[in-house]
T-cell receptor, first 115, second 112 residues
């Protein structure tokens, strides 16, 4: 399967711990997005990469969140000192750069539960 | 900040009935995308609308973009149980590189 993959699929952690999630986009896609989704809501934008450059970051994003895409391929999202309010599904999406449809391909997500 | 409103939030229909969800924005949109998320799944792209007044069809699904490019709709004819899920409209955030603004979506349930 050459779709977007995310690891782990589920993560349970205690409040105050750090967690890191990984996203592997579709190989030829140079755009990569992170979203967060809570129950009953639509996905909420967190940050965006074009190749290895982090070009946009949500103003709502806490300083405890950091993301990297060091070689322009996979990306990691780290949450430091987790809080119960961080419990959510973290979705990664990728898209190719070009004209036409800007379809975003979403991965299956990482479900985070902070106890 | 920029927001999109979708109505209704929930819709329960009998299989075979039609279904419509509406998406409204306070600002003029450059384009709008629609996604479907099945229960327990992730959003899957359905379509992108770009032109004022544009209408696109995919089998039983009809998508419209308003003349003023501030609203959009998705109509499903003769719903089937496979149509169950949440439908999101998602325009790009103004001035962004393509990150999408999702509303709360419309959750569709279909009774067989």
């Amino acid at each position: 399967d050459t779709g977007v993959s995310q690891d782990p699929r589920h993560k349970i952690t205690k409040r105050g711990q750090n967690v890191t999630f990984r996203c592997d986009p579709i190989s030829e896609h140079n755009r990569l997005y992170w979203y967060r989704q809570t129950l009953g809501q639509g996905p909420e934008f967190l940050t965006y990469f074009q190749n290895e450059a982090q070009l946009e970051k949500s103003r709502l994003l806490s300083d405890r969140f950091s993301a990297e895409r060091p070689k322009g391929s996979f990306s990691t999202l780290e949450i430091q000192r987790t809080e119960q309010g961080d419990s959510a599904m973290y979705l990664c999406a990728s898209s190719p750069q070009g004209v036409g449809d800007n379809e975003q391909f979403f991965g299956p997500g990482t479900r985070l539960t902070v106890l | 900040g920029q927001q999109v409103m979708q109505i209704p939030q929930y819709q329960h229909v009998q299989e075979g009935e039609d279904f419509t969800t509406y998406c409204n924005s306070s600002t003029t949109l450059s384009n709008i995308q629609w996604y479907k998320q099945r229960p327990g799944g992730h959003p899957v792209f359905l379509i992108q609308l770009v032109k004022s007044g544009e209408v696109k069809k995919q089998k039983r699904l009809t998508f419209q973009f308003g003349e003023a490019k501030k609203n959009s709709s998705l109509h499903i004819t003769a719903t089937q149980t496979t149509d169950v899920g949440t439908y999101f409209c998602a325009p790009p955030e103004g001035g962004s590189q393509g990150n999408l603004i999702f509303g709360k979506g419309t959750k569709l349930s279909v009774k067989p």
